[in-house]
T-cell receptor, first 116, second 113 residues
Framework: EPEVTQTPSHQVTQMGQEVILRCVPI?????FYWYRQILGQKVEFLVS????????KSEIFDDQFSVERPDGSNFTLKIRSTKLEDSAMYFC??????????????FGSGTQLSVL | RKEVEQDPGPFNVPEGATVAFNCTYS??????FFWYRQDCRKEPKLLMS???SGNEDGRFTAQLNRASQYISLLIRDSKLSDSATYLC??????????????FGQGTILTVHP
């Protein structure tokens, strides 16, 4: 089965530093997403992205967050000035389409971000 | 009311047992429903979609009651490998929101020998 690839698997940073989390979605997919999961809590939607622009974002996705598709293969999540509460597992996902109700999202294995 | 609410669990069952999980959702406009499983510190993986008529995949049976906004998952003949957290997931209310999944807190299942 095709895979969504995320790097790095673990990222440790100091509070206030910028981090970039990287994802390579499945090659023929057009829709991209970031989700996060704080330890012991539920998985939460952050943002969806299509055609080089944000389609939808949650309340969590404030001005400190940004997403980009810098080339034809990568999809990145940037946190400009990390806070302690940004510590979480961040999952990238992609889907071929989004207009079908049961469209399957493929999740990457996640990047564990630890802010010290 | 939480958007997606699940049995708190945890469930500890012996191999071979039948176990059922329940879930309710608050948005009556939700279009699609899923059960995912998540192993410790791993990504969520789709277990099965849930259809109005109910559906079965091997030992797993999912049911949906739109009127009650209730979803269930039944696992028969539990295996050790079924030990995981089971996530009830609801999709967006149509249009561009189909990729916006809302996850429940999850129910931990441990199957012991």
């Amino acid at each position: 089965e095709p895979e969504v690839t995320q790097t790095p698997s673990h990222q440790v940073t100091q509070m206030g530093q910028e981090v970039i989390l990287r994802c390579v979605p499945i090659s023929n997919h057009l829709y991209f997403y970031w989700y996060r999961q704080i330890l012991g809590q539920k998985v939460e939607f952050l943002v969806s992205f299509y055609n080089n622009e944000i389609s939808e974002k949650s309340e969590i996705f404030d001005d400190q967050f940004s997403v980009e598709r810098p080339d034809g293969s990568n999809f990145t999540l940037k946190i400009r000035s990390t806070k302690l509460e940004d510590s979480a597992m961040y999952f990238c996902a992609s889907s071929e389409r989004r207009d079908r109700p049961n469209e399957k999202l493929f999740f990457g294995s996640g990047t564990q971000l630890s802010v010290l | 009311r939480k958007e997606v609410e699940q049995d708190p669990g945890p469930f500890n069952v012996p191999e071979g047992a039948t176990v059922a999980f329940n879930c309710t959702y608050s948005n009556s406009a939700s279009q699609s429903f899923f059960w995912y499983r998540q192993d410790c510190r791993k990504e969520p993986k789709l277990l099965m979609s849930v259809y109005s008529s109910g559906n079965e995949d091997g030992r797993f049976t999912a049911q949906l009651n739109r009127a009650s906004q209730y979803i269930s998952l039944l696992i028969r003949d539990s295996k050790l490998s079924d030990s995981a957290t089971y996530l009830c997931v609801v999709n967006g209310a149509g249009g561009t929101s189909y990729g916006k999944l809302t996850f429940g807190q999850g129910t931990i299942l441990t199957v012991h020998p």
